[in-house]
């Protein structure tokens, strides 16, 4: 009985103590939900608005859009200074004011609640006009005018759309910097290391080498390279991202056995991935040799304006470039010269004025172009890599080609030497590539120049 006693007085001294733990737990939060909420619109806007010199927005609206540089300046007043450069506002720098607020639902939202043309126009759901497929009645761009707040520091905004959820970044412009000029480089940047002149940039990876087609676009149309461009080809809008570039979401390939995202320029001017676990993969353009010997298999997208849709076709592409007529060295510059004098001997006053060299898709062969005052001629060429070097075999001509080839030795003795060896190239850049060294022995050497 005692000890029963016992243990009914230890629970009744314990009580207090299992009241005081559960007392504890229940006030983890010492303000309630809706306080809380209402203390984190104030914070995220006191961090909107703190930026000396505003945000840097990096905005995506769909696949088949590349991202789009938004600066924004916001007061305490509500309002918000939207800056903007791109080809839905007519290329040139246009601001506009218009008003923001935090507001909740179910989580602070960051909303731009005053309509604003430089801005809005993603988020309009009218058809997008100058469009060659009519189809975009009811959503437009897809872009979003709403923006769940996901994070936000005095250095970093992370935001998710509300309607469409892409991942919006926003980071403070650096103070002093002007707003237009910023605008502009950020254009150039882009412009000058994905040049539109290059066919297809490369993504070299553990799991193999990716094309990635059509840069000038804004976004890539992205391929393995031993897939199929047609059934394969995934699109990855992209955006300048500090010295680099940054793809709208992480790129998986069509086998999803690759993860990358981010690129900054290297010391060796490749784009060099800086996610974690890809940090060995790498942008550049194809090796100089496949440049002015290859062509790349890539899916296109032609318009069947009756039934107002797209079709995937597959297409080649490849480097254009005209050879540089005073870069001969070695035996090439009386060879070049033999072939002018043939050439005016057969028809009177006609010089070679340009050499262009080129993939010519109807005869699937490397072309050479030679251009006369009144005349022009191609010559049609096999082409293969061996050791990293260019095998030319001549193959015929066109109808014109194929009677000056006939007529005038020199042009014949022009094509042989192009074929009596395995042509060595070096290309002056790893990604804006514009000039190729061509060299047939050490002596006997010419350039190439990229159109």
């Known amino acids: 009985m005692k000890k029963y006693?016992?243990?009914?007085m230890s629970l009744l001294l314990a009580?207090?103590?299992?009241?005081?733990?559960?007392?504890?737990?229940?006030?983890?939060?010492?303000?309630?939900?809706?306080?809380?909420?209402?203390q984190a619109v104030e914070d995220y806007t006191n961090i909107l608005c703190a930026a000396p010199n505003g945000w840097v927005m990096q905005y995506f609206t769909n696949e088949r859009e590349?991202?789009?540089?938004?600066?924004?300046?916001?007061?305490?007043?509500?309002?918000?200074?939207?800056?903007?450069?791109?080809?839905?506002?007519?290329n040139a720098y246009k601001e506009e004011t218009s008003m923001f607020e935090i507001i909740t639902d179910n989580g602070p939202v960051l909303t731009f609640n005053t309509f604003n043309d430089i801005?809005?126009?993603?988020?309009?759901p009218d058809d997008v006009p100058d469009t060659e497929i009519d189809n975009e009645q009811g959503y437009g761009h897809k872009g979003d005018y709403e923006f769940i707040v996901m994070e936000a520091k005095s250095d970093y905004i992370r935001l998710k759309g509300k309607k469409y959820s892409k991942i919006i970044e926003m980071r403070p412009l650096e103070e002093g910097k002007d707003w237009e000029?910023?605008?502009?480089?950020?254009a150039d940047f882009v412009n000058t290391t994905l040049s539109s002149k290059i066919p297809v940039y490369q993504l070299h990876t553990a799991e193999g080498i990716y094309n990635l087609a059509h840069a000038d676009y804004g976004y890539f149309y992205a391929c393995k390279a031993d897939g199929d461009p047609v059934t394969e080809t995934d699109f990855i809008p992209f955006i300048k991202d500090g010295d680099g570039i940054k793809f709208w979401e992480a790129y998986k390939g069509s086998d999803e056995k690759i993860s990358?995202?981010?690129?900054?320029?290297?010391?060796?001017?490749?784009?060099?991935?800086?996610?974690?676990?890809?940090?060995?993969?790498?942008?550049?353009?194809?090796?100089?040799?496949?440049?002015?010997?290859?062509?790349f298999p890539v899916m296109t997208l032609s318009v069947d304006k009756n039934a107002n849709l797209e079709r995937p076709v597959l297409a080649s592409t490849s480097a254009s470039w005209r050879v540089n007529l005073t870069s001969f060295t070695g035996s090439m510059i009386q060879l070049f010269d033999d072939m002018n004098r043939s050439i005016s001997a057969y028809r009177s006053g006609q010089t070679v004025r340009t050499i262009d060299w080129a993939y010519n898709g109807s005869t699937d062969r490397l072309a050479l172009t030679f251009r006369t005052p009144k005349y022009n001629f191609n010559l049609y060429f096999s082409t293969k890599i061996e050791d990293g070097k260019a095998i030319l075999t001549y193959v015929g001509g066109d109808k014109n080609g194929e009677v000056w080839y006939s007529n005038c030795d020199g042009v014949q003795a022009f094509a042989a030497k192009l074929c009596s060896a395995p042509i060595s190239v070096v290309a002056d850049n790893v990604m804006n590539v514009t000039k190729a060294d061509m060299s047939i022995s050490d002596a006997d050497t010419f350039s190439l120049d990229i159109r």
């Not at 800056?83 to 839905?88: G, H, I, R």
Request: aromatic letters at 12%.
């Open 15 to 38: 009580g207090p103590a299992f009241t005081s733990c559960k007392n504890e737990e229940d006030d983890i939060f010492e303000a309630s939900p809706a306080d809380r909420l209402n």
């Open 119 to 124: 801005f809005h126009i993603f988020s309009d």
């Open 5 to 8: 006693l016992i243990y009914a």
């Open 66 to 90: 590349p991202g789009y540089i938004y600066l924004m300046d916001f007061d305490k007043n509500t309002s918000v200074k939207i800056a903007a450069n791109n080809k839905w506002i007519g």
């Open 181 to 186: 000029t910023y605008l502009t480089e950020c």
């Open 260 to 295: 990358v995202q981010h690129f900054q320029l290297n010391e060796a001017g490749m784009l060099a991935c800086t996610d974690e676990g890809s940090t060995d993969d790498y942008i550049s353009a194809p090796a100089a040799v496949e440049l002015v010997a290859s062509a």
